[in-house]
């Protein structure tokens, strides 16, 4: 037994000198004492004695600590908050001052410069207006006129690489080290489709050179093909910068797909300094934006432009313009136009313009399409080849396939252009003027009677179709409406007509001239009933059959003499 309580106090005693001084916790109670008496206060608590230098604190300092159990760390922590260190030696724990904290490195900066100049490879002249860019980053700079160029890039974390590109140059890739430095680079005229990727050499990590290759057919190939695109357009002059213009023709073979951008104006763009390059699948310019291309919905405040294939919707407030072809609908409160083909649906309150057209133009004045197969609908409607209908005003074709209704329309080869002189049953002056072609042709028509009991003026107009039998005969079926002044002109605002269907057999006498001669139907639709001469006014000087009321019918004639 003796034994076993020998054993328990050797351990007790073990496990009290084993114990830190600083972990071991306290009970105190100090209040309004000075600094000196209170750090002795604390050791005898725990039974320690403190050991420092007094130039290292105010021992006359009055302090107070509430009555509290803690650590003789955590009450020593609050008294000096960091500014002194502690160090157990046996039974004393010495006070000495804190080291200072190691100072933090410098943040890295959110950016960084990169800084060079490009040169021509053969000739060492600088090259201005060439593009330097990081397709990954979405960023981009132009070199000015001594071809320096500073392009700002946000980490430097990883150096990443610049590409250079330069209208009639090599494209060229450059791996940047970790300290780029400035760089020369040096770019050789040449007309290669592939990209060259080089990096820096270890002899000379600043200096890019390329091998010179030439070709003069794809010269004429480029040259052909950069007379048409966007930034040569009218407007396309008038709303992009010179910067803008210059960066798309140095990367005519860079573009980049992305969901969704937002832009203010064209350089003001989530898409950054390369939206020029990016297709978008929807895209909003709150005045207007410049883009790759358009695989879903562009809205515009004012303009849209882009540079390759519209599929989907490209809706503006005043204009669209696509350097492709269009899939789709363009809609703009002026101006409509695709480079290429349109296939689907041009709108616009003025004027609508495509290569090929397959669908429909709409428009408040001019439609224009180098080749139409659908309908042209506005003012004014142009076509060199026409497969469709146009209906217009004005309606004009090179060639056409297909049928327009207009007062005017012009087909320049195969169409129908006649001015005739003609008689009638009920007026024996006439003039038509018949354009179109064989198909569908409109007439215009003009005629007057001067005989004192039947005097009448009318103006008309009408639509004809021509069934040819031989080289020299043909069948032509006419419908026209006249509006009649009975009696005298000022009755010409009375709400009188006649509607009138003709079945003429036409004979082709010459290549200027041809007769034509038929029957006719006609009906009467007078305002009132008009008295001349003392006696009511008749239309023609024979019997005619009542329709209703005052509405009449005949069976007439009709001879011409028409001139091509």
Same mark, same amino acid.
């Given at each position: 037994?003796?034994?076993?309580?020998?054993?328990?106090?050797?351990?007790?005693?073990?496990?009290?000198?084993?114990?830190?001084?600083?972990?071991?916790?306290?009970?105190?109670?100090?209040?309004?004492?000075?600094?000196?008496?209170?750090?002795?206060?604390?050791?005898?608590?725990?039974?320690?004695?403190?050991?420092?230098?007094?130039?290292?604190?105010?021992?006359?300092?009055?302090?107070?600590?509430?009555?509290?159990?803690?650590?003789?760390?955590?009450?020593?922590?609050?008294?000096?908050?960091?500014?002194?260190?502690?160090?157990?030696?046996?039974?004393?724990?010495?006070?000495?001052?804190?080291?200072?904290?190691?100072?933090?490195?410098?943040?890295?900066?959110?950016?960084?410069?990169?800084?060079?100049?490009?040169?021509?490879?053969?000739?060492?002249?600088?090259?201005?207006?060439?593009?330097?860019?990081?397709?990954?980053?979405?960023?981009?700079?132009?070199?000015?006129?001594?071809?320096?160029?500073?392009?700002?890039?946000?980490?430097?974390?990883?150096?990443?690489?610049?590409?250079?590109?330069?209208?009639?140059?090599?494209?060229?890739?450059?791996?940047?080290?970790?300290?780029?430095?400035?760089?020369?680079?040096?770019?050789?005229?040449?007309?290669?489709?592939?990209?060259?990727?080089?990096?820096?050499?270890?002899?000379?990590?600043?200096?890019?050179?390329?091998?010179?290759?030439?070709?003069?057919?794809?010269?004429?190939?480029?040259?052909?093909?950069?007379?048409?695109?966007?930034?040569?357009?009218?407007?396309?002059?008038?709303?992009?910068?010179?910067?803008?213009?210059?960066?798309?023709?140095?990367?005519?073979?860079?573009?980049?797909?992305?969901?969704?951008?937002?832009?203010?104006?064209?350089?003001?763009?989530?898409?950054?300094?390369?939206?020029?390059?990016?297709?978008?699948?929807?895209?909003?310019?709150?005045?207007?934006?410049?883009?790759?291309?358009?695989?879903?919905?562009?809205?515009?405040?004012?303009?849209?432009?882009?540079?390759?294939?519209?599929?989907?919707?490209?809706?503006?407030?005043?204009?669209?313009?696509?350097?492709?072809?269009?899939?789709?609908?363009?809609?703009?409160?002026?101006?409509?136009?695709?480079?290429?083909?349109?296939?689907?649906?041009?709108?616009?309150?003025?004027?609508?313009?495509?290569?090929?057209?397959?669908?429909?133009?709409?428009? /408040?004045?001019? !439609?224009? +399409?180098?080749?139409?197969? *659908? =309908?042209? #609908? $506005?003012?004014? @409607?142009?076509? %060199? &080849?026409?497969?469709?209908?146009?209906? /217009?005003?004005? !309606?004009? +074709?090179?060639?056409?396939? *297909? =049928?327009? #209704? $207009?007062?005017? @329309?012009?087909? %320049? &080869?195969?169409?129908?252009?006649?001015?005739?002189?003609?008689?009638?049953?009920?007026?024996?002056?006439?003039?038509?003027?018949?354009?179109? @072609?064989?198909?569908?042709?409109?007439?215009?028509?003009?005629?007057?009677?001067?005989?004192?009991?039947?005097?009448?003026?009318?103006?008309?107009?009408?639509?004809?179709?021509?069934?040819?039998?031989?080289?020299?005969?043909?069948?032509?079926?006419?419908?026209?409406?006249?509006?009649?002044?009975?009696?005298?002109?000022?009755?010409?605002?009375?709400?009188?007509?006649?509607?009138?269907?003709?079945?003429?057999?036409?004979?082709?006498?010459?290549?200027?001239?041809?007769?034509?001669?038929?029957?006719?139907?006609?009906?009467?639709?007078?305002?009132?009933?008009?008295?001349?001469?003392?006696?009511?006014?008749?239309?023609?000087?024979?019997?005619?059959?009542?329709?209703?009321?005052?509405?009449?019918?005949?069976?007439?004639?009709?001879?011409?003499?028409?001139?091509?």
């Amino acid at each position: 037994m003796r034994h076993y309580l020998l054993l328990i106090l050797l351990h007790l005693a073990v496990v009290s000198r084993a114990q830190s001084i600083l972990d071991q916790s306290i009970h105190i109670k100090i209040t309004q004492q000075p600094l000196g008496r209170a750090l002795e206060i604390i050791g005898a608590a725990g039974k320690f004695t403190f050991s420092y230098n007094s130039t290292i604190l105010n021992k006359d300092s009055v302090i107070t600590l509430p009555e509290q159990t803690n650590t003789v760390r955590g009450i020593l922590d609050k008294l000096f908050n960091g500014r002194l260190e502690y160090h157990e030696d046996g039974r004393y724990l010495i006070l000495l001052p804190a080291a200072p904290p190691k100072a933090l490195p410098p943040p890295e900066p959110k950016h960084y410069l990169i800084t060079g100049v490009i040169l021509d490879e053969v000739t060492r002249e600088k090259v201005p207006d060439a593009s330097v860019y990081d397709p990954n980053r979405m960023i981009a700079t132009l070199s000015k006129e001594d071809g320096s160029f500073v392009i700002k890039l946000r980490s430097s974390a990883e150096p990443g690489s610049l590409t250079i590109s330069k209208e009639f140059y090599l494209d060229t890739t450059i791996h940047l080290p970790g300290d780029a430095g400035r760089l020369t680079i040096l770019l050789s005229p040449a007309f290669s489709t592939s990209p060259v990727t080089l990096s820096p050499q270890t002899t000379a990590p600043d200096t890019i050179n390329i091998v010179l290759q030439a070709d003069s057919a794809q010269i004429k190939t480029i040259l052909k093909n950069d007379l048409v695109r966007v930034e040569m357009t009218g407007f396309g002059r008038l709303l992009l910068s010179s910067r803008l213009k210059m960066q798309s023709l140095n990367l005519k073979k860079l573009f980049i797909q992305r969901p969704v951008q937002v832009s203010l104006l064209p350089r003001l763009s989530t898409n950054g300094a390369l939206n020029s390059q990016v297709t978008n699948k929807f895209s909003v310019n709150i005045v207007g934006g410049y883009s790759g291309g358009l695989e879903g919905v562009e809205l515009g405040g004012v303009f849209n432009i882009d540079r390759r294939k519209v599929m989907g919707v490209q809706a503006a407030g005043a204009v669209n313009i696509a350097g492709d072809t269009v899939a789709g609908v363009q809609m703009a409160g002026v101006y409509n136009r695709a480079i290429d083909s349109m296939k689907g649906v041009q709108a616009a309150g003025a004027v609508n313009v495509a290569r090929n057209l397959n669908g429909v133009q709409l428009s /408040g004045a001019v !439609n224009l +399409a180098n080749h139409a197969n *659908g =309908a042209q #609908l $506005g003012v004014i @409607n142009i076509t %060199r &080849h026409l497969k469709g209908f146009q209906l /217009g005003v004005i !309606n004009i +074709a090179d060639t056409s396939d *297909g =049928a327009s #209704l $207009g007062l005017f @329309n012009f087909v %320049r &080869h195969g169409g129908m252009h006649e001015i005739s002189l003609f008689a009638d049953e009920f007026a024996p002056l006439n003039i038509a003027y018949k354009s179109g @072609n064989k198909a569908l042709y409109t007439i215009l028509l003009f005629g007057m009677n001067p005989t004192e009991d039947r005097k009448s003026w009318y103006t008309g107009f009408g639509i004809g179709h021509r069934f040819p039998i031989n080289n020299s005969l043909a069948i032509d079926l006419e419908a026209s409406s006249l509006h009649v002044a009975p009696v005298e002109w000022k009755n010409y605002s009375h709400n009188t007509w006649i509607q009138r269907l003709n079945l003429n057999l036409r004979w082709q006498a010459g290549k200027w001239l041809s007769f034509s001669a038929g029957p006719s139907v006609a009906l009467y639709n007078p305002d009132r009933v008009y008295t001349i001469a003392g006696h009511e006014y008749q239309p023609v000087p024979y019997s005619t059959f009542t329709v209703s009321g005052n509405n009449i019918g005949w069976i007439g004639w009709h001879a011409a003499i028409s001139f091509l």
